[in-house]
Structure formats: C-alpha cells, structure tokens
Nanobody, 128 residues
Framework: QVHLMESGGGSVQAGGSLRLACEASGYIYNTHCMGWFRQVPGKAREGVAGISSGASTIYADSVKGRFTISQDSARVTLYLQMNSLKPEDTAVYYC??????????????????????WGQGTQVTVSS
C-alpha cells in the first residue's frame, strides 16, 4: 500500500509562484509513473505533469514553460514548481501514482491508465 500526502498549496497573486510537494510512503513499483492532476468544481480532472521511473517528464500544453515536475533521488518526494501562475491555474491539485506505467507518459497525462494511488488534494488559488 502506498500513501501520498500533498503539501504546499495556498493563495497567490497572478504571476507568483508556488511549490507543491507530495511525500510517498510504501512500496513504489519500478515501472511506475507519478504526477499531478488538477480539478475545478464542475469540470473533469486534468493531467498537469508526469514523471516516469526513468525520469522522463511530460506536461500539459497549458503549463509548459511555467511548471516543472521533479522527484528526489530516493523517489520519496515528488515536486511541482509552479511559476508565472495564472487565475486559470486555480484548482485542487492531486498527487497521483500509477504502478504499471512502463513510461507511457502520454497515456498517463490523458487519464488512460489505472491510477493506483491518489493524494487527498491541495488547493491552489491564483487571484488576478
């Protein structure tokens, strides 16, 4: 069993930055992908960024050049550095892990994998 715990959400003005962290406890498959999804009330959950066990990364077009996903060397903590934040980035952000990913990053971001573990979510609010 894997437990994911997010932190780092909050409120910021447009143009500002936030750094989300996700601490993972438990056994992580070496075929896994991890990443971040976000959801606004009334809208579908959206893939934001992902990283494979081989450190390949992928980003949604809406955040490319502004967000950076990374993971510590022990693969215990996942980060999302969010710069140049916009009001449309306002959402609840979830940390996600998919055990059997095998580097299928596009599928991971599109929501086409079995997502084995989800964090509880952290609110990010960007004001104009």
């Amino acid at each position: 069993q894997v437990h994911l715990m997010e932190s780092g959400g909050g409120s910021v003005q447009a143009g500002g930055s936030l750094r989300l962290a996700c601490e993972a406890s438990g056994y992580i498959y070496n075929t896994h992908c991890m990443g971040w999804f976000r959801q606004v009330p009334g809208k579908a959950r959206e893939g934001v960024a992902g990283i494979s066990s081989g450190a390949s990364t992928i980003y949604a077009d809406s955040v490319k050049g502004r967000f950076t996903i990374s993971q510590d060397s022990a693969r215990v903590t996942l980060y999302l550095q969010m710069n140049s934040l916009k009001p449309e980035d306002t959402a609840v952000y979830y940390c996600v892990a998919a055990n059997r990913c095998y580097g299928a990053m596009s599928a991971f971001l599109r929501g086409n994998l079995e997502y084995n573990y989800w964090g509880q979510g952290t609110q990010v609010t960007v004001s104009s």
